[in-house]
């Protein structure tokens, strides 16, 4: 199969470290909520929260500009879930990361993450804000992501029947199979295009038990 992995708020802990580094940004002022940090409230919670658009380009200056940010985040239960697949799963598969992660290394660092984490020898990092083209171009028969707006992108390209057949590119009866790894900020009316799950563990067993 070809897998397809969101990295962010899937395999690493951004929600945590983003949340210190915006305190940090802010002079020490906390305006966030007990649990933020964990499962926050909306996509944008810093804002949300009351932090000016500010602060918030000061915070994003500070991770583009240092050269190990993305590659110090914390691992989540989903990176360990795939860790302990590896190597076997690597070989089985192919296996590419999919990332929106700004700043002229951040591939770079993505790639020393997941070979410290995920124990993948050479991961496949891709950059791109654009999930939908990159899962219909890699012709993906798995993705995982943790942003709701992604997934009803990858669902659109699923059903653009129109699309597909102009390009020639789909086979018969190819279909993405969507996971959305339920959060507090990607909560919406359930969709048959998609199956949340509350890990990466439980969408193993989805494909596994053929579910």
């Not at 410290?116 to 991961?123: F, K, L, Q, T, V």
Request: proline residues 6%; glycine residues 6%.
């Amino acid at each position: 199969m070809r897998i397809g992995f969101d990295v962010d708020g899937v395999l690493a802990n951004f929600t945590h470290a983003y949340q210190a580094l915006t305190v940090q940004a802010a002079e020490g002022l906390n305006l966030f909520k007990p649990g933020d940090d964990v499962n926050p409230p909306c996509w944008n919670w810093p804002e949300f929260r009351g932090y000016s658009p500010e602060t918030m380009r000061m915070v994003w200056s500070k991770i583009t500009q240092d050269p190990s940010w993305w590659a110090r985040l914390a691992p989540l239960d989903g990176a360990e879930s795939l860790a302990m697949c590896m190597p076997e799963f690597d070989q089985q598969h192919d296996i590419y990361y999919v990332t929106a992660r700004p700043g002229d290394t951040a591939k770079r660092q993505t790639e020393m993450w997941l070979r410290n984490y995920i124990g993948c020898p050479a991961p496949t990092v891709l950059i791109a804000s654009d999930k939908g083209s990159i899962m219909r171009g890699l012709r993906l028969d798995v993705y995982i992501d943790d942003n709701l707006d992604n997934i009803k992108a990858c669902a659109s390209e699923n059903t653009d029947e129109a699309a597909w057949a102009k390009a020639n590119e789909k086979p018969a009866r190819f279909n993405t199979r969507l996971f959305l790894l339920n959060r507090n900020y990607n909560q919406g009316p359930d969709c048959s295009a998609w199956t949340r799950v509350r890990s990466v563990g439980q969408m193993f067993d989805y494909l596994t038990l053929g579910i």
